[in-house]
C-alpha cells in the first residue's frame, strides 16, 4: 500500500518537473498547446480504439466466446483516458501507451500475468486456473500433479502383511 501512495506522488512530481524543463526549452504558451495537443489526440485515439473494442466484445459475444481480452482492453481504455485527461506529460505518454494497440497488448500479458491471474487462482483456490489439489488435503504441504501422483518423498510402502481383510466372520 506504501508502495502505491509513492507511486501516485511521484507521478505529479515528475510531471511537473518534466513540464518546467519543457517550458524552459521551447516556452510556457508553446508547453500549454503540447500538453492540450497530446491530450486531444489520445483522446480521439481513446475513443476509436473503444469503439473498435465494443464491436470486437460484441462479435465475440455472438459467437458465443467469451471477450476476456476485449475486456482487459476495455479497462486499460477507461484507465488511458483518466490519464489523458490528467494535465502533463508523463501522464499523456502512459495514456498513450494504454491506447495505441501495438504497446497496450504487452501492458494486458503482463496484467493478465502478475495480476488478474493471481488473484483468480487465490480466489478460486486454484480452480480457475487448473492448479488444484488431486489427491490428498489442501494445505498438508504436499500437491498432486497432473497424475494425481504425490510429489512428496514421505509416502511409504506397506506390504501385504500389514492389512488383513477377513471374510467378514470375525467370530473364529
Given at each position: 500500500?506504501?508502495?502505491?501512495?509513492?507511486?501516485l506522488l511521484l507521478i505529479p512530481l515528475l510531471d511537473i518537473m518534466l513540464l518546467l524543463a519543457v517550458a524552459g526549452v521551447i516556452g510556457g504558451l508553446e508547453t500549454v498547446l503540447?500538453?492540450?495537443?497530446?491530450?486531444?489526440?489520445?483522446?480521439?485515439?481513446?475513443?476509436?480504439?473503444?469503439?473498435?473494442?465494443?464491436?470486437?466484445?460484441?462479435?465475440?459475444?455472438?459467437?458465443?466466446?467469451?471477450?476476456?481480452?476485449?475486456?482487459?482492453?476495455?479497462?486499460?481504455?477507461?484507465?488511458?483516458?483518466?490519464?489523458?485527461?490528467?494535465?502533463?506529460?508523463?501522464?499523456?505518454?502512459?495514456?498513450?501507451?494504454?491506447?495505441?494497440?501495438?504497446?497496450?497488448?504487452?501492458?494486458?500479458?503482463?496484467?493478465?500475468?502478475?495480476?488478474?491471474?493471481?488473484?483468480?487462482?487465490?480466489?478460486?483456490?486454484?480452480?480457475?486456473?487448473?492448479?488444484?489439489?488431486?489427491?490428498?488435503?489442501?494445505?498438508?504441504?504436499?500437491?498432486?500433479?497432473?497424475?494425481?501422483?504425490?510429489?512428496?518423498?514421505?509416502?511409504?510402502?506397506?506390504?501385504?502383511?500389514?492389512?488383513?481383510?477377513?471374510?467378514?466372520?470375525?467370530?473364529?
Amino acid at each position: 500500500m506504501l508502495r502505491l501512495i509513492a507511486v501516485l506522488l511521484l507521478i505529479p512530481l515528475l510531471d511537473i518537473m518534466l513540464l518546467l524543463a519543457v517550458a524552459g526549452v521551447i516556452g510556457g504558451l508553446e508547453t500549454v498547446l503540447l500538453v492540450v495537443l497530446t491530450a486531444l489526440v489520445g483522446m480521439l485515439l481513446a475513443r476509436a480504439e473503444g469503439r473498435h473494442t465494443i464491436s470486437k466484445i460484441q462479435r465475440k459475444l455472438a459467437r458465443g466466446e467469451a471477450p476476456t481480452d476485449e475486456l482487459i482492453d476495455g479497462g486499460l481504455l477507461i484507465a488511458a483516458g483518466a490519464f489523458l485527461l490528467t494535465p502533463g506529460l508523463v501522464t499523456d505518454l502512459v495514456g498513450l501507451v494504454l491506447v495505441v494497440p501495438l504497446t497496450r497488448y504487452p501492458v494486458r500479458v503482463a496484467l493478465k500475468k502478475w495480476v488478474i491471474t493471481p488473484y483468480v487462482d487465490t480466489k478460486t483456490g486454484g480452480f480457475a486456473t487448473g492448479q488444484v489439489y488431486t489427491a490428498g488435503f489442501p494445505g498438508d504441504g504436499e500437491r498432486a500433479d497432473v497424475t494425481g501422483q504425490q510429489t512428496g518423498e514421505d509416502t511409504y510402502d506397506v506390504g501385504d502383511d500389514d492389512y488383513d481383510i477377513g471374510d467378514g466372520d470375525d467370530n473364529r
